[in-house]
């Protein structure tokens, strides 16, 4: 193994099992799909089929807490009939076949029925998929493992908007031929996870056959894995939805067209920050150091947003708030992994990922609110607000020795 940083980085990507490459493959097809047809998706409503903002704004609220109450049954699932693959599959392949719904849909009830469906994919999917992640990684790799799946993700977020951009101009603007085109992606998304993830052996650690949602169980959740999980929370609270900073770049004069390019900057810097994070996480002490420095990120991006003239400091704030997401999201899931009893991961990652969406719904409620009233700068205040009181708290916890 080479000293340098390079050659670390190197070992470490070899050394991670093979399942969550595959893993991450998957997430970044998916990704790639579901982002295509997404950056289309809000003009398709109000355009093509004349639905109003609020409608748009309704349907993906719905379908967005409908994934977070999902991934709790299906966290729960995956523990008591220990076939998380089976349940990652039946996710991937939901949100595979609906997509040859939205080029076909001839009504909004069609695509509101497609978008539902394929939240609920994603429900079923997301629990099950972080545990089998955590049952694949070593412990000494888990930040990495989790890293690496993020940066992949994160790489289809970026690549979908442009391949729409990119489709939308060679074809005159068609967005349904975008939207046929989205199906490939998906589909090869569903074969990777049926050929190329196996189901890990998992000891038989089962005491005995009872379903994981039970007052008795959740219980046994240590007090550790809940301090993650209110972290989580105030610090979603200080993050709202990525919809702001598009409103804040149309708020200082960006071009109607290019506005998408502010989630495209944030993604990039995500990507880029993440599996690094996540190798630096599996040092001693590093979940904590790499967690803090996403903290800071966080009230630095909602600072520069705040005061943002123009242009150049709102590109620098989407780029500090992509840094935060990278510092962060990967660590909150390997800490989850890294609390959490082995017969107890897929619960623990279902109510996890419940926590965070519903802090998510009331950050952004509470974003909406500040800006009608008091404008965007009240906004990002606030979100700098809650980063402080995040940072506050983990300092304490540090201080008292309960975070790692």
Not at 206 to 213: I, Y
Not at 220 to 228: D, G, T
Not at 238 to 266: C, H, I, N, T, Y
């Amino acid at each position: 193994m080479s000293d340098g940083p390079a050659g670390l980085d190197i070992a470490t990507l070899k050394a991670i099992p093979r399942g969550i490459w595959a893993l991450g493959l998957v997430s970044m097809l998916m990704d790639v799909s579901s982002e295509m047809i997404h950056a289309l998706l809000p003009i398709y409503l109000v355009t093509v089929l004349g639905t109003s903002t609020l409608t748009v704004g309704i349907i993906e609220g719905v379908a967005e807490a409908t994934a977070s109450v999902i991934k709790v049954f299906s966290g729960a699932l995956s523990d008591w009939l220990g076939k998380r693959k089976l349940l990652a599959a039946i996710g991937y392949g939901l949100a595979a076949f609906t997509k040859p719904v939205f080029p076909l849909a001839a009504s909004v009830g069609w695509l509101v029925a497609a978008r539902f469906v394929d939240r609920v994919g994603k429900g079923i999917r997301g629990a099950p998929r972080d545990a089998l992640i955590a049952d694949f990684a070593p412990a000494h790799l888990r930040g990495a493992s989790f890293g690496l799946r993020q940066s992949l993700d994160v790489v289809g977020a970026v690549l979908g908007p442009l391949a729409a951009i990119a489709l939308m101009m060679a074809t005159a603007d068609s967005i349904a031929t975008v939207f046929w085109i989205a199906v490939v992606p998906a589909f090869a998304s569903f074969g990777f996870v049926i050929f190329g993830v196996s189901e890990p052996e998992r000891p038989a650690i089962r005491r005995a056959v009872r379903f994981p949602l039970q007052r008795a169980e959740i219980a046994r959740l240590p007090r550790a894995f809940w301090f993650i999980a209110a972290l989580a929370f105030v610090l979603t609270l200080a993050r709202f939805s990525e919809a702001f900073l598009l409103l804040k770049a149309q708020d200082v004069g960006v071009p109607l067209a290019l506005v998408p390019a502010v989630l495209v900057l944030m993604n990039v810097a995500y990507a880029a920050t993440a599996y690094p994070a996540g190798v630096a996480a599996d040092g001693p002490g590093g979940r904590s150091r790499v967690l803090m420095l996403g903290l800071a990120a966080l009230l630095a991006a909602d600072l520069v947003l705040a005061f943002a003239p123009g242009v150049a400091l709102v590109g620098l704030g989407a780029v500090l708030w992509g840094l935060h997401m990278g510092l962060t999201q990967g660590i909150l899931a390997a800490l989850v992994a890294d609390t959490a009893p082995e017969e107890l991961r897929g619960t623990a990652f279902g109510l996890f990922n419940l926590i965070v969406g519903a802090a998510l719904l009331l950050a952004s409620i509470l974003a909406g609110v500040l800006w009608d009233a008091l404008g965007s700068r009240a906004t990002f205040l606030a979100g700098a607000a809650f980063t402080a009181i995040a940072i506050a708290g983990f300092a304490r916890a540090l201080y008292n020795g309960r975070a790692r």
